[in-house]
């Protein structure tokens, strides 16, 4: 710790973790959505919509009322609409989860490009961040460690729905229906209700997740906001082997991949800068054909998941 | 057996149509919440895709590379895969042809066209063949890794149009390298339409006899129907899947050929407009059915000819025809449950 000028390669380290801190939010609170949804036996591809809707509807109440908390609320339940929406429509005998998502997908997305447009000029108030960094002297590791409100909800989620689902009666009843709709049928269960349940709260977290992308980073909303971010969760999950512990984990992976492209632009990388970009979806791809598998499903796989069978 | 063919045709002509009706109702009380008569908005849409000969011509230009990406999930999903890599694949037959264009200088124009067209059949067929290879060797899921690999290729296309690829000359926008002049292939005689629609009502119509009149194609559908029993039957399931897979990621690429030959010349992020996600859309309406792809394309075509026009004529945003596609693919999806209720559509036999 010599001296600021000196960091070098140590600098893009600290910028990664700390891009890490910041950018793993959403994929935190999208991937721990998507697992309580998951281990109920549903999959919603529609989180990239969710997470769009969220951002977006996020960014307009706290536009309108000045207060973003308020717009993180809003962006919350405009996730669980779409998630109730989508659990509805998976109720229906005969129709696929998958194709549903994607279709929530393009209809999220073009709701939330239509209903935006009057807030792509006026900025709002940001969500506050906390400086854990406040000891150091150095400014990269301060601004490192500039972490925001949310992401600290999101690590006390972590704990909080992994001791849930094991332990709580609501745990057993998702995990009960996630793993045999026959087996909780013949428990009393209503297996569409519960189902319907777990993609709604899914949703609503996907929706929180939105509204950090647009009301602290990066922190605008414009139609270029979301890159598939939701989409990787999805993929993310399958990784974290639909455990909120490591979901945790997999999402700071994500965050710091998605930020060594802006990182090594701090140190003059400039070249190839859309290649660092394709990162996270490289990195996704190639832990998803390494933890995939032909010969056994997944541990920790909820049986009932379309994509298992 | 013809019977209950014609019957399915009619069950799902029947219910498509039902759904158009409640997506075009629930659109227009949607427009009507934002203060737009819904009644203005349909004849709207009406004029901009079908009523003059322009718009026909530009409903058709829209449709032609729909039809190709669509036939990209539909041939897949025939044998029991959900390939949303359309856009990827669409992206890379795209760069492929702008690659093999600048090398083929020279060449004779006929040998050119159909040397560029094997190269984005190459380019969007290894794209999505490679996806059926994981997915049958390593278990890998089709739908996220197709997802993924379409923000790879826009990657690509990124960093090769930002610096290796790029034309200096062009300041406006970062665009590749343009294929020689005399490459480009123009408009079918008579109509002002380019002849990406040829080529995709012709994929569309082979494919059409590919799954209803050969072996091939009855054998992938058992596949689609139960891949144990195809086991059982001693089908090839591996080859046969990847081949799937190659045939329909063949046809998006093929798709980003004839925006290159035909239309721009060059490969941009003009290629990356969305061609591949209403690929999707149209291959689940028309029930994976290539003939019916053919008709949806020209439908879904129509919305997307007349979004222009909408926009400009109500003042609404650029994602008013998105939020109709995505409304009507809900309602699609959610219709899916109707199949087989109606006592009327099911043959004596059924």
Known sequence: MEGATQLGWWGVLIAVIGGALRVSTPYLFVSLGETLTEKGGRINLGLEGILMMGAMSGYGIAVLTGNPWFGVLVAGCAGALLGLLHGLICNLPRVNDTAVGISLFIFGTGLAFFLGKPFIQPSAPRLPDIALGAWSALPQIRSALQVNVLFIIGVILVPVLSWSLKNTRWGMILRTVGDSSDAAKALGYHVNRVRTLGTMVGGFLAGIGGSFLSLYYPGTWNEGLSSGQGLMAVALVIFARWNPVYCFGVALLFGGATALGPALQTVGITSNYYLYGAAPYFLTLVLLIHSSSTKHSLAGAPSELSINR | ?350
């Not at chain 2, 059926?132 to 060797?137: F, S, V």
């Not at chain 2, 075509?301 to 650029?318: E, N, T, V, W």
């Open chain 2, 1 to 350: 057996m013809r019977g209950v063919v014609f019957q399915n045709a009619l069950e799902a002509v029947v219910i498509n149509t039902a759904a158009l009706l409640l997506t075009l109702v629930g659109f227009g009380i949607f427009v009507w919440m934002f203060g737009v008569d819904p009644f203005a908005v349909y004849r709207t849409l009406y004029l901009g895709a079908f009523e003059t000969r322009i718009s026909i011509e530009t409903t058709l230009t829209q449709a032609a590379p729909l039809m190709l990406t669509a036939l990209c999930t539909a041939i897949p999903a025939r044998a029991g895969l959900l390939i949303i890599g359309g856009e990827g694949a669409l992206v890379m037959g795209g760069l492929a042809t702008v690659l093999v264009g600048v090398l083929l200088d020279g060449v004779p124009f006929a040998l050119c066209v159909i040397l560029l067209g094997l190269a984005g059949m190459m380019g969007g067929g290894l794209w999505i063949g490679a996806v059926g290879a994981l997915r049958q060797y390593r278990g890998v899921n089709e739908i996220i890794a197709t997802l993924l690999m379409n923000y790879i290729a826009i990657a690509v296309l990124n960093h090769l149009v930002s610096g290796p690829i790029r034309d200096f000359t062009r300041v406006v926008k970062a665009a590749s390298w343009s294929i020689p002049e005399y490459m480009m292939v123009g408009t079918l005689p008579g109509i002002d339409v380019h002849w990406g629609l040829a080529v995709g009502v012709v994929a569309c119509l082979l494919l059409y006899i590919l799954m209803r009149r050969t072996t091939f194609g009855f054998a992938i559908d058992i596949l689609g129907g139960n891949q144990r029993a195809a086991q059982m039957a001693g089908l090839p399931i591996n080859q046969m899947v990847i081949t799937a897979c190659f045939i329909g990621g063949a046809c998006a690429g093929l798709a980003g050929t004839m925006e290159v030959i035909a239309v721009h010349g060059f490969a941009s992020d003009s290629l990356v407009v969305g061609f591949g996600y209403a690929g999707i859309l149209i291959a689940f309406l028309a029930r994976q059915n290539p003939f019916a792809v053919i008709l949806v394309a020209i439908l879904l075509g129509g919305i997307q000819a007349s979004g222009g026009l909408l926009q400009r004529r109500f003042d609404l945003p650029d994602a008013t025809t998105t939020v109709l596609q995505g409304m009507l693919f809900v309602v699609v999806l959610a219709s899916n449950t109707l199949y087989g209720r109606f006592r009327f559509f099911q043959g004596k036999d059924g």
